[in-house]
């Protein structure tokens, strides 16, 4: 298991993202297993040592780590502690659950009338409002921040 000095570098908090911080957490830890950082069978930190390198909630890192093994890249093996799953690849790409999600969608759109043309252009639509919100939103914790470093 890595020492608490070796995690450090794994994972810092973007203040400035719209991401929750366990979301951040969660897709630092998949990127990192798809790029082979994390070999399949290999242990992760434990919770309470990702929290305190992180400097994050426990919680929060709990959740995490919930949801990569509800996602199948880690199992929990009671006692033990986080194992990076043998079927997680390096070659995963982390796309497949996302677009399973927006077929889904997309079929939903197309239960209640829509074409898929129309549909394409609410996804776009959504897209471009999400995109704008958070533009906004980085836009205004700069000027947070940066008024902060100016008292």
Known sequence: MAKEADIRGIFTVDELSDLPIWVQLRNRIAYLIRMGHFAAGEQLPSVRSMAAAAKINYNTVTKAYRDLEQGGLIINVRGRGMFVSKEATAED?????????????????????MSYKEAAERVSSIAQAMQNRSTETTDEKRGYWDAGQEG
């Open 93 to 113: 790409n982390g796309t497949d659950a996302a677009d399973a999600m927006a077929e889904a969608c997309l079929r939903r759109y197309r239960q209640i009338g």
